[in-house]
Nanobody, 111 residues
Framework: VQLQACGGGLVQAGGSLRLSCAASGFTFDDYAIGWFRQAPGKQRELVGGITGDGRTSYAESVKGRFTISRDNAKNTVYLQMNSLKPEDTAVYYC??????WGQGTQVTVSS
């Protein structure tokens, strides 16, 4: 099982980024994928997730700004982040079955 997250970068407050999480090694559309983030000095927190059939859930802090989607043909989950705030600055990770984690991608939002 392997997850690879990418798409992070530096963006100004109010801007957008789209993260991707490419998966391999399991039957992708059978499993939910989650997105977590960890800011410096803070615990890792759940951002949201998507089930195999596309149902989504989000942390209150990102509802209405972030959207999770998946393309089962590409074995990829996306995290579209709009209206970014400096407090969204963190390393973002995707999480999958069997305790698998992506390597993390840095998102920095400048004020």
């Amino acid at each position: 099982v392997q997850l690879q997250a990418c798409g992070g970068g530096l963006v100004q407050a109010g801007g957008s980024l789209r993260l991707s999480c490419a998966a391999s090694g399991f039957t992708f559309d059978d499993y939910a994928i989650g997105w977590f983030r960890q800011a410096p000095g803070k615990q890792r927190e759940l951002v949201g997730g998507i089930t195999g059939d596309g149902r989504t859930s989000y942390a209150e802090s990102v509802k209405g700004r972030f959207t999770i989607s998946r393309d089962n043909a590409k074995n990829t989950v996306y995290l579209q982040m709009n209206s970014l705030k400096p407090e969204d600055t963190a390393v973002y990770y995707c999480f999958g079955p069997f305790g698998s984690w992506g390597q993390g991608t840095q998102v920095t939002v400048s004020s």
